[in-house]
C-alpha cells in the first residue's frame, strides 16, 4: 500500500492551483469555445464542496475530480459541459449538495450528466446479484440518454486504475477484475484505443505482477534490437514516401503487455516466439478527407513495391470502417529480420478517433455523421435488451458483453444491404437481427445461392436469404447457434412465454416444499438453492423443477439444516461457521476466523485441506491464486485469471481473500497437451519418462494419430507448477514431440 503524502497547507493550495492550471491550459489550446468562467466556477464549488476531505494516499480529495476533468479534456477530447460535469461528479453522492442545486447553478444539462453519474457510482456492481444488473442497466440507459456520462465515468475508471496502489489487494482484485470484465471492452466499443489499452495493462499489472514484470524486462532487453531492425525497414519505405511529397509519421509501436501475455497464454508459447508484438504506423497529413482514401492507397502501392505482401492479413477498414468509427488500412508484410510486421496506414484525423473514439470527431466539427449513427444503433440494441434482460446478473452482463466484444463481419441481404455481425455469427443471427419474426420462423438460409442449416457461420462479403416457414418454432437448442446479443435476447424472449407456465408451477412445487420441511421460503434461501444446484437463475432452478430435471428431496435443502459439530464432523469438515457481536457470519478454519484483509494460507494438514480446488481452472501450488468465500464459508481457489474468478471479483468483490500456498502436502492433477510427428515407440517413451524417470502417477492418456501426426492429452498427478514446467520440458526433449503444455 502507498505511504500517506504529508504536505503543509501552502504546498496542497499549490499542488490543487498547479493542477487546476494544466487543465485550463489544455482546454485553452483545444479547438473548442473558451468558455473558461464556467469551468472557474465549476471548480471553486467543487473545491467549497470537498474541502478537508482526503483520498486514501492522503492528498487532497479534489484532486480527484481535477484529474478526472484532465483526463475528460486532453485524453478524450470533450468540452466545457464535461469539464464543469467531471469537476462535480462526486458532489452530489459525498456532500450534503443536491442534483437541484447543481441545475440552480450551473443548468440543466451539466446537471443531467452528473445525475447519471451519481447513479453509476461506487463502480458498475452492487453486493447483490440483482442490485448488480439493475446498476448496470443504469449505467447503459444513460448511454442513451447522454454519451458523455460513460465517456466520464471511463476517465474516472483509469484515474482509479492509475492510482491503485493506495488500495488493499482484496479490492485491488475486485476494481481490476471488474475494469477487465467490463470497462475494458466497453472502452474498445467506443473507440477509446488508448484509454483501453491502459485499463487492460493496468488491470494486468495488478492481478499478475510478476508476469507483468517479466514481460517488461524482456520488452527493454529487446528494445535495442528492434530499434535496429525497425530502422533497416522504415528507411527504403520513407524514402518512397518523401518522394511522393507527404508529409507523415512513421513509428513502430509496441504491443501492449496485456495483448502480448494473451497471445503467450492463448497460444502456449514463450516470449521469445510473439514474434509480431511491434506494429509500425504510418501516420499522414491531409487538409481534404476526400484525398485520405486515394493517399491510404497509394502509400500501400508504394510500401508492397518494397516488401513482400501476406494476402490473408490485408484489412481494409477505409471502405467499411468498424462499428466503432475505426478507420485504416493494415497490410502486413515481411521484414527484413524474416518476421511479418503488420503496418497500419491512416491519416491524421483517423489516428486521432482511432485513439479517441468518437469524442475526436467533434475536433473536427463532425456533426450527426456515420460513425454517430453507427454508436446509435449498438445504443438501440442495448436498449432492446434492457426491456427483457435476463433476471440472473452474470447472465446479463455476458448478453452486453457479446456485443462489446465483437470483431464485425460485414455480409448483405439480397437486395445488397449491408449488415454489420459479430464475428461467428450464424444464419439465425442474421434472421433476428433483421426481424424477431424472421428469427422465430427461420428454417435455413441460403448463401450465394447454396443452401446452408441455420446454425451455419457467416464470412464477411456473404449474400445471405433466410428462409421462413409459419409452421417453424423457436427451439431452445437454437441457442447455442446465437452470438448476437439481439438474437439471444428476441430468442429468449419468444421461449419464455412457454417457459413461463412450467416455471410458475415449479416455484409453487419449490415454495410448497420448503414450508413443508420449516424453510423459509425467502429470496435469499431460494438464491442459496440456485447456487447449490449451479443453474444460472431461479427461473431455471424453477423450470427444472416443473420439469421434475430436479427432485424435492431432502439433500435440496440440506445446507439450511446445520448439523452438530461433534469430534467426527470437524475431523471431516475443518470448516464452521459461527456468528460474531453483530449477527455477521464468520470463517472458521484450523487456525481461527479468516480475515478478508490479510493473506489466507492454503494448507493441508494430514491430508485435510483448509480450502478447496474451483473445477473451473483447478489451480495448484506455484499459481497465482485468489480465495473466495462461497455461501458454505468455504475458501474456493481460483486462478487469478480464470473466467468464473474474473465473474467473482467483478461481482462479489467483498467474498475475495489474498491468497498463498504454503503445503506440498497434497497431489494436484494437471493436464497437459502433446502434438507431434508419430514415429513407432514414440508412446512407450512418453509413458516412461513420466512413470519411470520422473516418479509421477499418470492417471489418464488419451492419444490419436492422423497422417504422420499424433496428438495427446494426459492427466498427471503433481506437487506444483515447477514440476509441470519440469515435465514440458522432458516431454519436448523426446523425439517426434513439437509441443507440451498445460491446458485446463
Same mark, same amino acid.
Given at each position: ?5 504529508? @504536505? ?5 493550495? @499549490? ?18 469555445? =473558451?468558455?473558461?468562467?464556467?469551468i472557474e466556477k465549476a471548480f471553486k464549488f467543487a473545491c467549497e464542496a470537498h474541502k478537508g476531505v482526503r483520498r486514501r494516499s492522503g *492528498? ?27 469537476? /462535480? ?17 450551473? $443548468? ?83 473507440? /477509446? ?21 517479466? %514481460? ?103 471502405? !467499411? ?49 456515420? *460513425? ?50 459479430? =464475428? ?18 427461420? %428454417?435455413a438460409g441460403k448463401i450465394n445461392h447454396k443452401l446452408v442449416p441455420i446454425s451455419h457461420k457467416l464470412a464477411s462479403g456473404d449474400q ?23 438474437? =439471444? ?30 424453510? *423459509? ?5 431460494? &438464491? ?18 416443473? #420439469? ?23 475431523? @471431516? ?6 456468528? #460474531? ?28 485441506? #483448509? ?8 489451480? %495448484? ?47 494436484? #492433477? !494437471? ?10 515407440? %514414440? ?18 492418456? &488419451? ?25 514440458? =520440458? ?5 523425439? $517426434? ?8
Open positions: 500500500m502507498a505511504e500517506t503524502v504529508k @504536505m503543509t497547507p501552502q504546498e496542497e493550495e @499549490m499542488l490543487i492551483n498547479n493542477a487546476y492550471q494544466n487543465l485550463l491550459n489544455g482546454y485553452l489550446s483545444s479547438n473548442h469555445r =473558451k468558455k473558461v468562467e464556467i *492528498e487532497p480529495y479534489i484532486m480527484h475530480p481535477i484529474t478526472v476533468a484532465q483526463i475528460v479534456s486532453q485524453e478524450i477530447g470533450l468540452g466545457s459541459t464535461s469539464i464543469c460535469a467531471a469537476l /462535480l461528479h462526486d458532489v452530489v453522492e459525498d456532500t450534503e449538495y443536491t442534483t437541484e442545486d447543481i441545475e440552480a447553478m450551473f $443548468g440543466k444539462k451539466i446537471a443531467q450528466i452528473v445525475d447519471g453519474l451519481t447513479k453509476i457510482s461506487g463502480g458498475i456492481f452492487g453486493a447483490h446479484a440483482s442490485a448488480q444488473a439493475e446498476n448496470f442497466r443504469k449505467l447503459l440507459l444513460t448511454m442513451s440518454d447522454d454519451i458523455r456520462v460513460i465517456l466520464i465515468k471511463m476517465a474516472d475508471r483509469l484515474h482509479n486504475m492509475r492510482t491503485l496502489q493506495s488500495m488493499p489487494p482484496a479490492k485491488q482484485y475486485k476494481i481490476a477484475g471488474e475494469t477487465l470484465y467490463i470497462y475494458a471492452p466497453l472502452a474498445h466499443r467506443l473507440g /477509446l484505443f488508448a484509454i483501453k489499452t491502459e485499463l487492460e495493462d493496468l488491470s494486468f499489472k495488478y492481478e499478475h505482477p510478476e508476469e507483468y514484470q517479466a %514481460i517488461e524486462e524482456q520488452i527493454v532487453a529487446n528494445t535495442p534490437h528492434n530499434e535496429q531492425i525497425f530502422a533497416r525497414f522504415s528507411a527504403p519505405i520513407n524514402e518512397r514516401l518523401e518522394k511522393l511529397g507527404l508529409k507523415f509519421e512513421f513509428k513502430a509501436r509496441i504491443k501492449s503487455h496485456y495483448s502480448i501475455w494473451k497471445k503467450m497464454e492463448t497460444k502456449h508459447i514463450p516470449f521469445s516466439q510473439v514474434y509480431d508484438y511491434y506494429a509500425a504506423r504510418i501516420v499522414f497529413e491531409c487538409d481534404n478527407e476526400a484525398d485520405e482514401k486515394r493517399i491510404c492507397w497509394n502509400i500501400y502501392s508504394e510500401i508492397t513495391d518494397l516488401y513482400r505482401l501476406h494476402p490473408d492479413r490485408l484489412r481494409d477498414w477505409i471502405s !467499411v470502417p468498424k462499428a466503432n468509427g475505426y478507420r485504416a488500412l493494415h497490410v502486413t508484410l515481411m521484414g527484413p529480420d524474416g518476421n511479418w510486421v503488420e503496418v497500419q496506414i491512416r491519416s491524421r484525423r483517423m489516428d486521432d478517433i482511432a485513439e479517441r473514439g468518437f469524442a475526436a470527431h467533434w475536433k473536427y466539427k463532425i456533426g450527426e455523421g456515420e *460513425e454517430e449513427s453507427e454508436l446509435a444503433a449498438w445504443l438501440q440494441t442495448i436498449e432492446d435488451i434492457l426491456k427483457n434482460p435476463e433476471p440472473n446478473a452474470i447472465d446479463f452482463l455476458d448478453t452486453i458483453k457479446l456485443n462489446l466484444f465483437a470483431s464485425e463481419i460485414v455480409v448483405f441481404t439480397p437486395k445488397g444491404e449491408l449488415v454489420t455481425l459479430p =464475428k461467428d455469427a450464424s444464419v439465425l443471427d442474421l434472421a433476428f437481427t433483421l426481424h424477431t419474426e424472421l428469427g422465430t420462423h427461420c %428454417i445471405v436469404e433466410v428462409l421462413t416457414s409459419q409452421s417453424q418454432q423457436p427451439n431452445p437448442e437454437w441457442d447455442k447457434f446465437l452470438v448476437t446479443a439481439k438474437g =439471444k435476447t428476441r430468442l429468449r424472449a419468444a421461449l419464455r412465454h412457454d417457459r413461463r407456465a412450467v416455471i410458475v408451477k415449479g416455484e409453487a412445487m419449490l415454495k410448497q416444499f420448503l414450508v413443508e420441511n420449516e424453510v *423459509e421460503a425467502s429470496s435469499d434461501n431460494i &438464491n442459496r438453492i440456485v447456487s447449490l444446484e449451479r443453474v444460472k437463475s431461479r427461473d431455471e432452478l424453477y423450470q427444472m423443477i416443473g #420439469n421434475n430435471e430436479i427432485a424435492l428431496s431432502p439433500s435440496l435443502i440440506k445446507v439450511f439444516k446445520p448439523a452438530s459439530r461433534g469430534l467426527l464432523d470437524r475431523l @471431516m469438515n475443518p470448516f464452521g461457521n459461527r456468528s #460474531n457481536a453483530a449477527g455477521e457470519t464468520e470463517v472458521v478454519a484450523a487456525e481461527g476466523k479468516i480475515d478478508t484483509k490479510k493473506i489466507y494460507e492454503l494448507r493441508t494438514v494430514d491430508g485435510k485441506s #483448509n480450502y478447496r480446488i474451483a473445477d473451473c481452472c483447478n489451480p %495448484i501450488p506455484g499459481d497465482t491464486v485468489l480465495g473466495f468465500i462461497n455461501d458454505k464459508n468455504e475458501v474456493v481457489v481460483h486462478k487469478m485469471d480464470c473466467e468464473e474468478a474474473t465473474r467473482l471479483k467483478s461481482s462479489y468483490g467483498g467474498r475475495i481473500v489474498q491468497t498463498r500456498w504454503e503445503t506440498k502436502a497434497k497431489k494436484f #492433477n !494437471v493436464t497437459l497437451s502433446l502434438e507431434g510427428i508419430d514415429r513407432q515407440g %514414440i508412446l512407450q517413451e512418453i509413458i516412461y519418462l513420466i512413470s519411470t524417470n520422473l516418479s509421477l502417477n499418470m492417471r489418464r492418456l &488419451n492419444i490419436s494419430a492422423d497422417e504422420g501426426v499424433f496428438q495427446a492429452e494426459l492427466e498427471a498427478q503433481v506437487d506444483d507448477t515447477e514440476v509441470v514446467t519440469k515435465l514440458c =520440458k522432458r516431454l519436448k526433449k523426446v523425439k $517426434g514431440v513439437s509441443s507440451a503444455v498445460r491446458v485446463r
